[in-house]
C-alpha cells in the first residue's frame, strides 16, 4: 500500500470529527446567548478587555522562552561536560517546581534580588548620580509574570529542542563537515531545517499550553482576561456568567490554535514524505 492510499485509510478511519462539529455548535450557542442577554454581553464586554494582555504575555514569555530552551539545549547538545551538567541541572529544578509557585518566587523573591544586583553593579553610576537606584515597584508585576512564564517553559522547550536536533542524521552532519562548513553553518543549513519538523509539533502544544497557564498571572493583578472576570464576578456576584465567559473565550483560543497546529503538522508532514 502506497503512502497516499495509507494516509486515505488513515482518514476515513478517523471518520468525521463530530467532537468538533459539537464544540462548534456549543460555540455558536453561547455567542447568540450574548448577544442576545444583557448580563452575558456586559460580561463579555469585561472579560474580552484582557484579551491582548492574555495575548500580549503569552507571546512574550515564549519567544523568550524559546530563545532561552534553544541556548539551555545547545549546552546539553555540546561537548563541554561542566554545560551539559549546568543544562541538566537547570531542566532538572525548572521542570520540578509548579508554575504557580515559580510566578510567587520570581515576583517576590527573585525580582526583589534583582533590584539588589543591579543596584550594586551600578554603584559607581548611582554614586555619582548619573543614575537612580533601581526600585522594586520599578519592576511591573506583568514582567514578573512573563519572567516567571519564560523561566518556567524554557526547561520544557529546551528538551523539544534537544530531541529535535538529536533526530537529525549524523550522517548528514559528517557530509556538511567534509564540505568544509563551519559549526554555525552546519547548524544553520543542515541541522535546524530538519529538526524543525520535529520540534514544532511539541513546541506548538506548549504554546497552547502557556495560553492557558497565562491565566495564573491573575494571581499578581495583571489585567488579563481571568483577572477581569474575577474583579467583575467578584462585584456582582454572577460567578456562572462569569466564568462560563472565561472559560468560553479560553477554549476558543486554545482550541483555534490547536486546530492551526495540527493543519501546519499534516502539511509538513506531506511535505516531508515528498
Do not use: C, H
Not at 523568550?64 to 543544562?87: D, N, P, R, V, Y
Amino acid at each position: 500500500m502506497n503512502l497516499q492510499a495509507q494516509n486515505s485509510s488513515d482518514g476515513e478511519a478517523q471518520g468525521f470529527p463530530w467532537w468538533l462539529a459539537v464544540l462548534v455548535l456549543i460555540a455558536i450557542a453561547i455567542a447568540v446567548a450574548i448577544a442576545a442577554n444583557n448580563i452575558y454581553a456586559q460580561v463579555f464586554e469585561t472579560v474580552i478587555q484582557g484579551l491582548w494582555v492574555t495575548i500580549g504575555v503569552t507571546l512574550t514569555a515564549f519567544v523568550l522562552a524559546s530563545a532561552l530552551g534553544l541556548g539551555i539545549a545547545l549546552m546539553a547538545l555540546s561537548g563541554s561536560k561542566w554545560a551539559q551538567q549546568t543544562a541538566r541541572f537547570y531542566t532538572e529544578i525548572i521542570r520540578g517546581v509548579p508554575i504557580l509557585v515559580l510566578l510567587f518566587y520570581i515576583a517576590f523573591v527573585g525580582a526583589p534580588a534583582l533590584t539588589e544586583a543591579i543596584n550594586f553593579l551600578a554603584t559607581p553610576l548611582i554614586k555619582t548620580g548619573v543614575m537612580e537606584p533601581l526600585l522594586v515597584r520599578d519592576i511591573s508585576l506583568m514582567w514578573r509574570a512573563i519572567l516567571a512564564l519564560t523561566i518556567g517553559y524554557s526547561a520544557f522547550i529546551s528538551e523539544v529542542f534537544r530531541a529535535g536536533i538529536m533526530s537529525v542524521d549524523k550522517g548528514q552532519i559528517e557530509a556538511a563537515k567534509s564540505l568544509g562548513l563551519s559549526r554555525t553553518q552546519r547548524f544553520r543549513l543542515v541541522v535546524m531545517p530538519q529538526a524543525i519538523r520535529v520540534i514544532l509539533p511539541p513546541l506548538g502544544n506548549d504554546f497552547v499550553a502557556m495560553v492557558k497557564d497565562s491565566s495564573l498571572v491573575s494571581v499578581l493583578g495583571v489585567q488579563d482576561i481571568t483577572q477581569l472576570g474575577k474583579v467583575y464576578a467578584s462585584g456582582s456576584f454572577r460567578f456562572f456568567e462569569t466564568y462560563s465567559i472565561v472559560a468560553y473565550v479560553y477554549l476558543i483560543l486554545t482550541v483555534g490554535l490547536s486546530l492551526g497546529l495540527r493543519r501546519l503538522e499534516k502539511r509538513l508532514r506531506r511535505n516531508q514524505m515528498r
